[in-house]
Structure formats: C-alpha cells, structure tokens
C-alpha cells in the first residue's frame, strides 16, 4: 500500500512546516539522517501503534504517516524539505 502523490506531498510540506514551526529543524534533520536506514522499521512501528495514536492523530492520519515513514524516498523528501527551510531562515551572509 502506498500514498498517493498529492497526499504524500502534503503531508511531508505539512510535517516540515510543524517542525520549522517548532525550532526543530536541525535536530530533526540529524535525526532523519542517522535513522534513514531504519525508516521502514520506523513506519511498521507506526502501523503497530496505529490503533493507539488514532486517538491522538485520527486512524487515516497514523495511517498515512507510517506509510510516508516506510518509504525512504518520502524520508529524503521530508529531509530536502527541511534544509530549504532552513536554508531559507539563515540570514544571508553580507561579507
């Protein structure tokens, strides 16, 4: 089962702009970056918890989460997001 592209693209420009939102764009790239390879475990883990967080996100969020964490293109996606955020937030350097 996969994403379609729209949804896809909008919950990834979604998912950047709550974590730009919060100051957590750096912290967020490391973390994608170091856990990239563990990205389909990351979506099966969501799948597992999807009745809990259905509470919290309602049951087609969780859902469409965990399926954009399972695909490792959709992570890097999410990560090429995030550095033109934060490429675009640095004030520009005036030597």
């Not at 990239?36 to 009745?51: E, M, N, R, V």
């Not at 309602?58 to 959709?74: I, M, T």
């Amino acid at each position: 089962m996969s994403l379609d592209p729209t949804r896809r693209d909008a919950l990834i420009e979604d998912l950047a702009e709550r974590i730009a939102r919060l100051g957590l764009t750096t912290p967020a790239i490391l973390f994608l970056e170091a856990h990239k390879p563990l990205s389909f475990l990351a979506g099966q883990a969501l799948l597992f918890s999807q009745p809990l967080l259905g509470f919290l996100l309602g049951d087609e969020a969780a859902r469409d989460y965990a399926l954009l964490l399972e695909d490792r293109a959709n992570v890097e996606q999410l990560l090429r997001s995030l550095e033109s955020r934060s490429a675009a937030a640095r004030p520009h350097d005036r030597r």
